[in-house]
T-cell receptor, first 113, second 114 residues
């Protein structure tokens, strides 16, 4: 079974600074997808960024980028120029070719003005 | 922008009662999912549904749970006889395709079993 681990229950960053959220996963499969979801206090989860395992290039979406290390099974999220609106729970998730998303335990990100 | 909706936002029920949680997925999506999140814990997969059939389910999804797409727009999760440990946030999600497609999540229904 796949597992996803987020080792940082809470992180704090100063507004305009950069923060990196860690995620590791365990799988025996070679073809899979990785996601970062953001869950603001309103509770609706929103996709931040996605990475296909077969792509070596790290995904980037504006201020959000990932460091995907397939051999190490690591998938960290970097948020640049942090904004107050970035404050939320962040979930790392794994999905194989099927349907099921497996989530990590989440990291609560606080942004200080 | 189309979104997944869920009703009710909060449901309180007595232990042993049946509850039905409702979801309206995005209209051109074909794959539907239920997840739950017990307070302070991980989001956990319950079930996926495609072409009017369950395509995958987790160990949590036992005989007390069932899903249905009764009318082509709603997607429901029924818990037949609720237990205290069923108290959680229940999220519905939908996607057009499998694999790397984004799963769009609804806002959730908070179920409280007393």
């Amino acid at each position: 079974a796949q597992t996803v681990t987020q080792s940082q229950p809470e992180m704090s960053v100063q507004e305009a600074e950069t923060v990196t959220l860690s995620c590791t996963y365990d799988t025996s499969e070679s073809d899979y997808y990785l996601f970062w979801y953001k869950q603001p206090p309103s509770r609706q989860m929103i996709l931040v960024i996605r990475q296909e395992a077969y792509k070596q290039q790290n995904a980037t979406e504006n201020r959000f980028s990932v460091n995907f290390q397939k051999a190490a099974k690591s998938f960290s999220l970097k948020i640049s120029d942090s904004q107050l609106g970035d404050a939320a729970m962040y979930f790392c998730a794994y999905r194989n070719a099927g349907n099921m998303l497996t989530f990590g335990g989440g990291t609560r990100l606080m942004v200080k003005p | 922008e189309p979104e997944v909706t869920q009703t009710p936002s909060h449901q309180v029920t007595q232990m042993g009662q049946e509850v039905i949680l409702r979801c309206v997925p995005i209209s051109n999506h074909l794959y539907f999912y239920w997840y739950r999140q017990i307070l302070g814990q991980k989001v956990e997969f319950l079930v996926s549904f495609y072409n009017n059939e369950i395509s995958e389910k987790s160990e949590i999804f036992d005989d007390q749970f069932s899903v249905e797409r009764p009318d082509g727009s709603n997607f429901t999760l029924k818990i037949r006889s609720t237990k205290l440990e069923d108290s959680a946030m229940y999220f519905c999600a939908s996607t057009k395709r499998q694999g790397g497609d984004e799963q769009f999540f609804g806002p959730g229904t908070r179920l409280t079993v007393l």
